[in-house]
């Protein structure tokens, strides 16, 4: 049981934090780019975007 919580939390902080950033950027890019333009706009935002938040947690949980 505790594996499957374990796999459930993982599959959770995949999705907050990668999954749905990345449609809302994809979605909100300008309709006038192709497609794979706004898949790599979208991309590196939320690299960016993960990164940030690792600091941030990192920073505070020192």
């Given at each position: 049981?505790?594996?499957?919580?374990?796999?459930?939390?993982?599959?959770?902080?995949?999705?907050?934090f990668?999954?749905?950033?990345f449609?809302?950027?994809?979605?909100?890019?300008?309709?006038?780019?192709?497609v794979?333009?706004?898949?790599?706009?979208?991309?590196?935002?939320?690299?960016?975007?993960?990164?940030?938040?690792?600091?941030m947690?990192?920073?505070?949980?020192?």
């Amino acid at each position: 049981m505790k594996d499957l919580w374990l796999a459930i939390y993982i599959v959770d902080v995949v999705l907050v934090f990668f999954i749905i950033p990345f449609t809302m950027f994809y979605y909100e890019g300008d309709q006038d780019k192709s497609v794979d333009k706004r898949i790599k706009s979208a991309s590196l935002w939320v690299v960016t975007t993960a990164i940030v938040c690792a600091l941030m947690l990192d920073i505070l949980y020192g």
